[in-house]
Nanobody, 122 residues
Framework: QLVESGGGSVQAGGSLRLSCSAS??????????MGWFRQAPGKAREGIGS???????YYGDPAKGRFTISRDNAKNTMYLQLNSLKPEDTAMYYC????????????????WGQGTQVTVTS
């Protein structure tokens, strides 16, 4: 189960920090990929980026140096720091995870959260 939080309404130029809490991954050495996506009304889903258990990150075009992904493995939680937000960043933000034992490069995302809404006003 994935639960996102931290969304809200912010003025352009502001920042938000989203969280994604994962449950069901057992074992202190469990490895799995975590990723962030977003989807605006009427638009296709975009991949923001992903992060391996060892902290290696991969970023998609939407990140463009303004967003940063991190994770706390002890808490099974991933974060998305959104800086210098623009109105075009308004979207539902989703987190996703891959299977236990997989990596971001080898395993597809299998589990999805319900999303948290980010609204950026001008």
């Amino acid at each position: 189960q994935l639960v996102e939080s931290g969304g809200g309404s912010v003025q352009a130029g502001g920042s938000l920090r989203l969280s994604c809490s994962a449950s069901g991954y057992t074992g202190r050495r469990s490895t799995y990929c975590m990723g962030w996506f977003r989807q605006a009304p009427g638009k296709a889903r975009e991949g923001i980026g992903s992060i391996e258990t060892d902290g290696t990150t991969y970023y998609g075009d939407p990140a463009k140096g303004r967003f940063t992904i991190s994770r706390d493995n002890a808490k099974n939680t991933m974060y998305l720091q959104l800086n210098s937000l623009k109105p075009e960043d308004t979207a539902m933000y989703y987190c996703a995870t891959g299977p236990q034992g997989g990596t971001c490069r080898t395993a597809p995302f299998e589990y999805w959260g319900q999303g948290t809404q980010v609204t950026v006003t001008s």
